[in-house]
DNA sequence: AAGTGTTTTCAGAATATTTTGAAAGAATAC
DNA sequence: GTATTCTTTCAAAATATTCTGAAAACACTT
């Protein structure tokens, strides 16, 4: 089973186990924020932090959850492409370890959301549009007031397409960009551009 | 109470009225990405497409929810700075009004994130580093094995810092850019660099 | 001051999500 | 082939979140 802590209790053991146990808590919060439960980001945090590959019932004892629990959100995890499945020689048990590049884990994170959630609500978006294109509206007869109040709506309703629009185009551009170019990238804008008055 | 569609029952009133719900049911969906309920993203669905202000009778009539939820969803909205209260003369009820501009609402979003997700999240791992900082970790006596994990616990916590700290920079960036601005960066950036894609 | 219309609050109800654990399903060994 | 070990599934239980509605608080008016 576990091999993390063996016989050796020392305070170095002990510190590091500490230090994992808070990376995962704080880790665990977080899960909200990319869209999974805590669970399943704990899980994540635990295989990341630790470095090494874990078993099944290595994530369950540690994290004090479920056979089924551990099961379901490693399987997640690797359709996520976050965690990798690894084999030991002579050993029958499935091992899981973590990508340890931050920059792909986000990208996975990404591209998820961008799946799950942008792309749907785009594609409603636009298909509110045709529907309601000027000229439609199911014939003739609206007043000057109505004409108005169609006008504006579609206005609005173009504007959140422009911006959701180019939030996807900027998505996609980060996920067809390699780690060190992110990196790059990503380091420039943040410190570079704008400083409170910023130009472009 | 509800002023929107009044007697004239005309085809352009319902095609409206029918395009407003298919989008308020579009930007509920998407409450989960910006981190609000179903619902307090229904509301705000509704009053950016309507464009004119509402009172909470209006909202609760239109959206059908209790008078408590209504209440508690607008306040929040309020607060997230994307709605305003306003008020019409003669009568004593308050009305809300949304924020137009989309790129508005997406820094008020981002806003809400750093606070509640981003900031926390890095302040947490900031601590642990300081804990187990080289040198630290309660003394001595630790192998080599130990030492090795300790040291490439040490590295892996750092990364994630700096990529989460980077992303930190961007959103910061994001936040203290006006809208002009930030619709030319997110242009120009989703087109224009790196390769790949980027149609919408 | 009491009266009236409006807004907020919050305990409990309703709903949704997550977790468990045991049974079924694979995979390998014998 | 059967036995053994490990993995997955999923209905029910536990938990967490959201919603309601009625009471309290508030803000005007007379």
Redesign the interface.
């Known amino acids: 089973m576990s091999q993390q802590v063996q016989q ?1 209790d ?7 186990v500490a ?2 146990d ?2 995962i ?3 665990g ?2 899960g ?2 990319w ?1 999974v439960s805590r669970t399943m980001a704990e899980v994540h945090a635990l295989l ?2 630790v ?1 090494e590959p874990m078993c099944t019932d290595d994530v369950m004892e540690r994290l004090a959850i479920s056979r089924g629990n551990a099961s379901m959100s490693l399987r997640a995890l690797v359709d996520w492409g976050i965690l990798a499945r690894v084999h030991k020689r002579g050993d029958r048990k499935e091992y899981f370890q973590a990508e ?4 792909v884990i ?1 990208r996975a994170v990404v591209a998820e ?1 961008m799946k799950r ?2 792309h ?3 594609a ?2 636009a ?2 549009r045709d ?2 294109e000027p000229g ?8 000057a007031a ?2 108005g ?2 006008a ?2 579609n206005e ?2 173009e ?2 397409i ?9 998505g ?2 980060l996920l ?2 390699p780690t060190e ?1 992110l ?1 790059l ?3 420039a ?3 570079g ?2 400083g ?1 008055g ?1 130009r ?1």
């Not at 020392?10 to 590091?16: D, I, N, P």
């Not at 340890?100 to 920059?103: I, M």
């Not at 422009?162 to 900027?170: A, K, P, Q, T």
Request: aromatic fraction near 4%.
């Open positions: 050796t020392s305070a170095g053991a002990l510190a590091l230090a994992q808070r990376f808590a704080v880790w919060q977080m909200s924020t869209g990341f932090i470095g340890g590049d931050p920059w986000l959301r959630e942008m749907p609500v785009l409603g978006l298909e509110i529907a309601t439609r509206a199911g014939g003739g007869a609206v007043d109505q004409a109040r169609i504006s709506h609005r309703l504007s959140m422009e911006v959701l629009g180019l939030l996807s185009g900027l996609e551009k067809g960009m170019q990196r990238a990503a380091g804008l943040g410190a551009l704008g409170g910023g472009l």
